[in-house]
């Protein structure tokens, strides 16, 4: 049996470690689609996407299309014969491009399908407090994140990680898969499943929407371990965050690391305990939070100490609550 003839498409880092294995694993991948390169960071320096990089290094020809559906785009790929597209991290492909292989086009998923159908499952996970996840390779239909499924891997959540943390292990688990899948299907060995097959009678299905930076502002008035988990869950990026002020400025803090202090109060949901010196704590509706990496707009990342050291926190008040 020839090699399956792959087409790869993806943008970040993540996808990178999928592109990685393929090649690594003797896969015939003929050809790559990302981004076009864009201007990036405080000097506008033109830069491609991690894929791009990637491919270029490893002389993949790379295609980087304005628009998906521009008719000479098409023709390359169409000429191109592929047999299968696997997708990681990259663009809603239109109809004419995923149905053009003819074993179809896959997807690699960060979560448990149909579990966090979404732009950032590894974000949302960790802020509702699950305690496990998973990736998912499925074949790319007309809606979302809703096609028939080829296979999934479980993963275990740590108490402790970030979505950093988890997405670093996510990007390797779906690497192994993406390789599984491929291998199945090359033997003709996996029978795709509806997404309905994995929903329990009565469970209920968290989607995993894009997060704009109005969704990263913390409210106070809720128990310490939502709170835990909502930084947890946004860190390192985009970061959760609330609003600082005293009689002449208004800040952005975003709080990176931090631990739950179970202690019984009577303050206000948003009050600061600090020494000025070594600690930094805020009052929840149940229990405190207590920082321990932060960040002042426009500054660099600190620990409290160090924070502590130049910005005197017990004259502000938090203003997000």
Known sequence: ?????????????????????????????????????????????????????????????VLQPEKLKDPGFIEKLKAYNADVFVVVAFRMLPEVIWKMPKSGTINLHASLLPHYRGAAPINHVIINGETKTGVTTFLINENIDTGNILLREEVEILPEENAGDLHDRLMRTGARLVIQTLKGISEKSIIPNPQSVYIKPGEIIHEAPKIYPDDCFINWDKDAHDIQNMIRGLSPYPGARTKIANSSQSLILKLFESNVINEKHKLTPGSIITDDKSFLRIACRKGLIEISLLQLEGKKKMTTCEFLRGFKISSFLITSI
């Open 1 to 61: 049996m020839l090699p399956l003839r792959v087409i790869f498409m993806g943008t970040p880092e993540f996808a990178v470690a999928t592109l990685g294995a393929l090649t690594m694993n003797g896969f015939n991948v003929i050809a790559v689609v990302t981004v076009p390169d864009k201007p990036a960071g405080r000097g506008q320096k033109i830069t491609c996407s991690a894929v791009k990089e990637y491919a270029v290094e490893n002389k993949i020809p």
